[in-house]
């Protein structure tokens, strides 16, 4: 069998209001290529976290494919790996969704295609505990997945998204999921409950027409970003000057500590202006400029 590359692409979830439901894959990609070999498996890692990524059987990835394998009660298929990573780790751009999604479309290619799309995102729902960065990295576009009480994708509804671009900004903190989500309550007020559901529906309409004005209105938030923003160093004032700057609405990518800003133009300028704002508090930041990318996962041979 010849070389499988999985393509994966970047995403942004919450987008706001849409805590654990929502989220927007971005032209800013992971490749992964798995080709077969006998009796061993070995990994060679390149690019963004090439100094923290495992390359034996605690890799994502193999894990992932363990995971399939285990599924479809399949032997694992040793195979080298080289993954290639421009999306950077621990930034709320979905890298780990990437390899877990590469993870479980390598092994199915490797063993023939024996699940479909749908068993993917399901799999990969059940190792990443959400699928707001899962259903994005497969599907592409702008996803809205709600889960069931037993933690399965109850419904994927799909936009695909016209040209549209952000500036993205990765300040040099170490933010972990883990401690971005112990900081928020474990109650919240009906009225901020009743607050983020008038918006959910209004980001999907806004980023489907490219509508900035609205956009600005809809992207706002009560039940995390509150409790988030102050976990990082700059942020606060990152947000404000984005607006400052002529963004239309500003948002944490995931759980952080990234922030995406959205604008018709003056993109540079904007993510300049949150890049300053973070060296204000003391953190150097990177900058992204990337567009919605509505290929998702894709396999070739």
Known sequence: MSTITVSV???TANLGPGFDCLGMA??????FKFTPQPDKLTIDVRGEGVDSI?????NLI?????????????PFPNCHIEQTNHVPAASGLGSSSTATVAGLMGANALLGNVVGNNCILTLATRIEGHPDNIAPAIFGGLVLAPMGDDGEVLAVERIVMPDIKVALVLPDFELFTA????????????ADAIFNMAR????LRALEQSNYSLLNIAMQDR???????????GMADAFSAARTAGAAAVAISGAGPSTIAFSAENHVAIGQAMIDAYAAAGLNARMW?????NRGSCVSH
């Open 54 to 58: 495992p390359t034996d059987s605690n």
């Open 179 to 190: 401690d971005a989500r112990a900081a928020l309550p474990t109650k919240i007020d009906r």
């Open 289 to 293: 400029l990337l567009e919605a990318d």
């Open 200 to 203: 959910v529906p209004l980001v």
């Open 9 to 11: 692409p970047a995403t």
């Open 223 to 233: 039940l995390h970003q509150p409790y988030r923003v102050p976990l990082v160093p």
């Open 26 to 31: 971005l032209n800013l990609r992971n490749e």
């Open 62 to 74: 193999v894990q992932s494919m363990r995971f399939l394998c285990d599924f479809v009660d399949q």
